[in-house]
């Protein structure tokens, strides 16, 4: 147990009753036992009116730290005489804390407090703005009146306490749930990142710290019904960020509020009024959002250590459910929109974000080459991502539905953390002997069929797929290069040249003569349609007929090279076991053949972990990219021990970047990562239901000539024609523009860019799935 772990006293009713005549000459008619967290507490019913509270601390509470918590309770009634706080009540012997040994040998303290009678704000159905204001105005009374405060038991080191959250780290062992964990996880790097390099500059003083719904009492009122008349449980109260008591207050209430736009009112309202009375600095608006976050990791960790050491307690798991709602809806929301409300609600103005956009805009156009575009008519200033979520300067939060790099979801903690560790420790090249190779490629060729045993490192998926023909080239002695219409395979001159999406695009001087193209084995609008295997044949003898004609001009084979399943294309998926059978005659004929899974791989297809495997296919090269390191650069080719073997000519190959230990690290924990949070599975059952949905738009929507996918990579082809299949190009490119305006990045792509891609991180949800139909079903209707 660690020490902000502790266990609640549990003394039986007898030995109350003793403890209580003992110490306080108490004989009550009846006692009840109250919830609470570190004390056991019960209400003592002395007589029809007068009701006390007896107070049960373990050892874990010293005696300063309870004093601390009464001399500010005498405090606070007597400055703040319109409101009630408990009052301690002294013992036999005058003193307000009695110590004592009980039956069990264990040292506990009890205290006595006058019953503060009044109606919780949690009895409420509906909580009215007006209370909103009234407790952001007592809370900031209650900081005034403790801000001088002092008291040798102040500084107590309590679990609740947002200072304190790093503490909480290892707490998060006792939630089940790994996406649970990641999502906390996140929060508390992003307390570690933003909050704690800021600590110095926020105000510290002894603060209330338990602002929910069941500590603020109502008094009955003739005007409005009730009025906030009383404040309990002061257990929590220690020396604090200022800023945390309106963290606290802002998460409970923010629970407590359904509708989003409620909440933004609700926050303002209780922001308002405190800041009206104690006023806030910039510095403490601009972590508050983080501090929210940084309590609902509070909050849920010790729900989960209490369901292990306290099953029976469900009081303390009262805020469990609504605390995780919370989290789902903040870690949605744009962080800025938030620091922008904060400071709106306390009258201050915030720098516009418009300027500082435009001199980014024009800084790119002066300094970067055009040849690098932007998307969207209007482009994108992101300042953070979480997540399935980006988040722009203006505070408007997006879906991120195409961004394939950020595989396990932007800033994800166990790839930030094991980058930002790595980076502490050793960063070198691959001339030296370092563990995280040799664990990273291991656990990485275990993803394989035993015959890949050798792995290159590099830092994309351009550099794997420049070197996978470097390894075939050598391997084959050969020139000539089967490539797919369509594909891509990377930036690099060798790659342009072999990926007719570049060389037969704009701009483009051509193939080359040692590059021969295939048609694209497209089920929909290919030269052979269906996604039977007869279909598959047909595509596989065009590749027979293309090796027979090189064979008969004396050319010698290289390979061939084929996206296991095509992104640019248009999100082309091959007909059953193509790939297989086109595989197979090349190697038939002594060619290499080498699978670019850049765009699809680690579980993406979600019935697969390699795109490949979906077509029954053996590769004698696998080249790997984009999701590889959820961001980071690297990049991977995969290979027999024979390809490799003959590489070895005495030319070195050496790569200064691949393979460095920091890239290892990053490399490892994404394959940790999809393991431990079941991606690969997700991927798979959320696959199958987005494709349910979204060709139910098909029924619906003229412009919808097919939806296809497979796991988390799918594609809408638009037509303003079912018959001809004449490509809906222009409204492509307006749907993906409203689609924007409605908080959600999707892009097109294929040989007419009228094919809506959809390639989100692997951990998107249910949710997102809905969100993404509705608004596109929406959306469609426009052009019905």
């Known amino acids: 147990?660690?020490?902000?772990?502790?266990?609640?006293?549990?003394?039986?009713?007898?030995?109350?009753?003793?403890?209580?005549?003992?110490?306080?000459?108490?004989?009550?008619?009846?006692?009840?036992?109250?919830?609470?967290?570190?004390?056991?507490?019960?209400?003592?019913?002395?007589?029809?009116?007068?009701?006390?509270?007896?107070?049960?601390?373990?050892?874990f509470d010293r005696e300063d730290s309870l004093d601390f918590e009464n001399q500010a309770l005498l405090l606070l009634n007597r400055k703040l005489t319109e409101y009630r706080f408990p009052?301690?009540?002294?013992?036999?012997?005058?003193?307000?804390?009695?110590?004592?040994?009980?039956?069990?040998?264990?040292?506990?303290?009890?205290?006595?407090?006058?019953?503060?009678?009044?109606?919780?704000?949690?009895?409420?159905?509906?909580?009215?703005p007006t209370f909103w204001e009234e407790i952001g105005t007592l809370l900031a009374r209650v900081d005034l009146l403790l801000k001088g405060f002092y008291h040798p038991g102040h500084r107590r080191l309590l679990p609740w306490d947002v200072k304190n959250i790093l503490l909480t780290a290892d707490r998060l062992n006792y939630i089940s749930d790994p996406s649970g964990r990641r999502k906390l996880d996140y929060c508390l790097l992003q307390y570690e990142t933003l909050v704690r390099p800021e600590d110095h500059r926020l105000r510290k003083q002894v603060i209330y710290n338990d602002a929910n719904e069941h500590?603020?009492?109502?008094?009955?009122?003739?005007?409005?019904?009730?009025?906030?008349?009383?404040?309990?449980?002061?257990?929590?109260?220690?020396?604090?960020?200022?800023?945390?008591?309106?963290?606290?207050?802002?998460?409970?209430?923010?629970?407590?509020?359904?509708?989003?736009?409620?909440?933004?009112?609700?926050?303002?309202?209780?922001?308002?009024?405190?800041?009206?009375?104690?006023?806030?600095?910039?510095?403490?608006?601009?972590?508050?959002?983080?501090?929210?976050?940084?309590?609902?990791?509070?909050?849920?960790?010790?729900?989960?250590?209490?369901?292990?050491?306290?099953?029976?307690?469900?009081?303390?798991?009262?805020?469990?459910?609504?605390?995780?709602?919370?989290?789902?809806?903040?870690?949605?929301?744009?962080?800025?929109?938030?620091?922008?409300?904060?400071?709106?609600?306390?009258?201050?103005?915030?720098?516009?974000?418009?300027?500082?956009?435009?001199?980014?805009?024009?800084?790119?156009?002066t300094h970067v080459s055009k040849a690098l575009s932007l998307s969207y008519r209007k482009p994108l200033h992101l300042i953070k991502g979480a997540g399935q979520f980006l988040f722009d300067s203006e505070g408007r939060a997006y879906l991120d539905c195409v961004n394939n790099v950020c595989h396990l979801g932007h800033c994800h903690p166990r790839v930030a953390r094991a980058v930002a560790r790595q980076m502490?420790?050793?960063?070198?090249?691959?001339?030296?002997?370092?563990?995280?190779?040799?664990?990273?490629?291991?656990?990485?060729l275990a993803r394989f069929p035993r015959?890949?045993?050798?792995?290159?490192?590099?830092?994309?998926?351009?550099?794997?797929?420049?070197?996978?023909?470097?390894?075939?080239?050598?391997?084959?002695?050969?020139?000539?290069?089967?490539?797919?219409?369509?594909?891509?395979?990377?930036?690099?001159?060798?790659?342009?040249?072999?990926?007719?999406?570049?060389?037969?695009?704009?701009?483009?001087?051509?193939?080359?003569?040692?590059?021969?193209?295939?048609?694209?084995?497209?089920p929909y609008r290919g030269l052979y349609r269906g996604r039977s295997e007869n279909t598959a044949e047909k595509y596989a003898a065009e590749v027979k007929k293309l090796v027979k004609r090189l064979q008969a001009e004396n050319k010698k084979l290289v390979g061939m090279i084929a996206e296991s399943i095509m992104s640019c294309a248009g999100q082309v998926f091959f007909p059953s076991r193509f790939l297989k059978k086109a595989f197979e005659i090349v190697r038939s004929a002594g060619g290499i053949t080498i699978a670019d899974e850049v765009q699809v791989g680690f579980g993406r297809p979600g019935y697969f972990f390699w795109g490949f495997e979906s077509q029954e296919a053996s590769p004698d090269i696998v080249t790997l990219g984009k999701p590889i390191g959820n961001g980071h650069p690297i990049g991977a080719v995969v290979t027999t021990a024979e390809i490799a073997g003959r590489f070895v000519t005495g030319m070195e190959y050496f790569n200064t970047f691949g393979g460095n230990p920091v890239s290892c690290a990053a490399g490892l924990a994404v394959l940790e990562a999809i393991e431990e949070e079941n991606l690969q599975e997700n991927a798979r059952r959320l696959g199958d239901y987005f494709l349910r949905e979204l060709k139910k738009l098909k029924t619906g929507h003229r412009l919808v000539g097919e939806v296809r996918g497979l796991g988390l990579f799918l594609g809408v082809e638009l037509v303003r024609d079912r018959k001809t299949l004449e490509p809906a190009t222009r409204e492509a490119r307006g749907i993906i523009e409203k689609m924007k305006n409605r908080g959600i990045l999707l892009s097109t792509d294929g040989p007419f860019r009228n094919v809506i891609k959809i390639k989100p991180p692997l951990v998107f949800t249910r949710m997102d799935v809905d969100r993404v139909v509705a608004n596109l079903d929406l959306v469609l209707g426009t052009y019905d």
């Open 451 to 522: 015959k890949f045993t050798h792995c290159f490192l590099v830092n994309s998926g351009s550099e794997a797929n420049d070197l996978a023909l470097r390894l075939a080239r050598n391997f084959t002695g050969g020139s000539e290069l089967l490539v797919i219409d369509g594909a891509y395979h990377g930036n690099l001159t060798s790659l342009v040249e072999i990926s007719p999406y570049k060389f037969d695009g704009p701009g483009s001087k051509g193939a080359p003569p040692f590059v021969h193209k295939l048609p694209t084995p497209d």
């Open 424 to 444: 502490t420790v050793l960063n070198t090249n691959t001339r030296y002997l370092y563990e995280q190779m040799s664990a990273y490629v291991e656990k990485l």
């Open 215 to 365: 500590n603020f009492l109502l008094a009955p009122c003739r005007k409005s019904g009730f009025r906030l008349a009383g404040l309990i449980d002061f257990g929590d109260m220690t020396e604090s960020f200022l800023a945390a008591e309106l963290a606290l207050a802002l998460t409970y209430a923010l629970m407590l509020t359904t509708d989003s736009v409620d909440k933004e009112k609700v926050a303002s309202k209780i922001l308002g009024a405190y800041h009206s009375v104690n006023p806030l600095k910039k510095e403490e608006l601009d972590l508050i959002f983080y501090l929210i976050l940084a309590r609902l990791v509070i909050s849920l960790t010790m729900s989960a250590w209490r369901r292990q050491v306290e099953p029976q307690n469900t009081y303390m798991r009262v805020s469990e459910e609504p605390g995780w709602r919370l989290l789902d809806y903040l870690l949605s929301e744009n962080p800025e929109k938030w620091r922008r409300l904060f400071y709106q609600s306390c009258g201050l103005k915030t720098a516009s974000p418009a300027r500082k956009k435009d001199r980014l805009l024009s800084f790119r156009k």
């Open 87 to 128: 009052r301690p009540v002294p013992g036999r012997n005058d003193q307000l804390i009695i110590p004592f040994l009980a039956n069990d040998k264990k040292l506990y303290r009890a205290r006595i407090f006058e019953y503060v009678e009044g109606r919780p704000l949690a009895a409420l159905k509906k909580i009215s």
């Open 1 to 59: 147990m660690s020490s902000l772990e502790y266990r609640k006293p549990a003394l039986p009713l007898k030995e109350v009753n003793l403890l209580l005549f003992e110490f306080f000459g108490l004989k009550p008619q009846k006692i009840t036992p109250l919830n609470g967290d570190r004390y056991q507490n019960f209400l003592l019913q002395l007589g029809k009116k007068q009701k006390l509270v007896l107070k049960v601390a373990s050892d």
